[in-house]
């Protein structure tokens, strides 16, 4: 077997490839199927990213463990059309949770915005958990044609981004166009793609006392209201689906920061956090504590990403309503 466990460049690049592949079948699943069927559509978007995903690893990294969202057991009875076979499983939690390197993903993240026709806000996540630390990460935005990725820094021994948030480890990030744009599609129907690769650096506000906030389009935090009357600036609340999409708006400046709380899993933040921490942002619990995964459960109900310089602003504010969070 070849020594893949120490080439980080590898890891970086096959989370990107295998996150915008992932993103082409899901276009082309949305092509056959087309938008009168939801839930078909919903169902066989989760099911064929995730068993494409689930190959590629067993034979690119086969001494890895994987947690994905579809490979639950609570998803094992799920069938995708034209298939009798239930969802390839996730490594067995007690080898996951012993395992020193766990990829884990969410093959159709923002699932209700896949099934929309014209929505762009979904993702593929694809990340790589080292026992410490988010060791690589990618993020594919199918319909916007751009896939956003922790790389290798370059130079390559350029000294590592330190700060509040904090590059780790002397990761890099870049946002990477794909070429996958949704056909007929303008400029402006998939917003910032960008028209070739270039390193990502999360973008200060843009705006002087104002931060616009992605929030959840269906399951918006109601305690942000209540933050946006005690905190020394505007909050601007934007709606967006799909975490992926919400924290890749962050590192493309389209929105300053993203609040969550309520509820959601490992493999709802892990690849976005990946590229988030390596684009010098933070990305933390609401409570300001460091995001953990690979653990026995994978609930992880909240987290926060902006820019380090409005980090103490939203945790002060956040902390003065810890009352009335949802943090179960
Ligand atoms: N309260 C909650 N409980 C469980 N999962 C939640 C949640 N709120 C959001 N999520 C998950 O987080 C992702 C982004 O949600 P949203 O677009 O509402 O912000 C979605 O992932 P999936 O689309 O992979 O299911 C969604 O299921
Ligand atoms: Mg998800």
């Not at 915005?113 to 060791?135: C, I, M, P, Q, Y």
Request: charged content about 20%.
């Amino acid at each position: 077997m070849t020594d893949l466990g120490t080439d980080r460049t590898a890891d970086h690049e096959l989370a990107a490839e295998l996150a915008t592949e992932a993103g082409r079948l899901l276009l082309g699943v949305r092509d056959e199927l087309g938008f009168d069927d939801a839930r078909t559509l919903k169902d066989t978007g989760d099911l064929r990213a995730h068993e494409y995903l689930m190959a590629a690893l067993a034979e690119r990294r086969p001494g890895d463990a994987v947690l994905s969202e579809e490979g639950r057991a609570s998803v094992a009875g799920k069938r995708s059309a034209g298939s009798s076979a239930a969802p390839t499983a996730n490594t067995a939690a007690g080898d996951r949770l012993a395992a020193p390197r766990v990829w884990i993903i969410d093959p159709l993240d923002g699932t209700r915005e896949f099934s929309e026709e014209g929505r762009l806000d979904w993702a593929v996540h694809v990340a790589l958990w080292t026992g410490d630390r988010l060791a690589a990460g990618a993020v594919a935005l199918p319909a916007r044609g751009i896939t956003l990725t922790t790389t290798t820094p370059h130079p390559p021994n350029a000294p590592a981004h330190t700060g509040e948030g904090g590059r780790t480890g002397g990761v890099a990030a870049a946002v990477v166009p794909t070429g996958l744009a949704a056909s007929g599609w303008t400029a402006e129907t998939v917003g910032t793609a960008c028209a070739e690769a270039r390193e990502l650096a999360v973008p200060e506000p843009a705006e002087p006392g104002r931060l616009r906030i992605a929030v959840s389009r269906t399951r918006p935090p109601a305690f942000l209201e209540d933050l946006a009357k005690r905190v020394p600036v505007e909050l601007d609340l934007v709606p967006i689906g799909s975490a992926g999409a919400k924290i890749s708006a962050v590192l493309l400046g389209e929105v300053d920061g993203y609040v969550h709380a309520g509820g959601q899993y490992e493999w709802d933040s892990a690849a976005p956090a990946a590229v988030a921490l390596a684009a010098g942002a933070t990305a933390s619990r609401l409570d300001g504590s460091p995001l953990v995964y690979n653990r026995a459960d994978p609930w992880l109900p909240d987290i926060l990403v902006c820019h380090p310089g409005s980090t103490s602003t939203l945790l002060t504010g956040i902390r003065d309503l810890s009352d009335i969070v949802p943090n179960s």
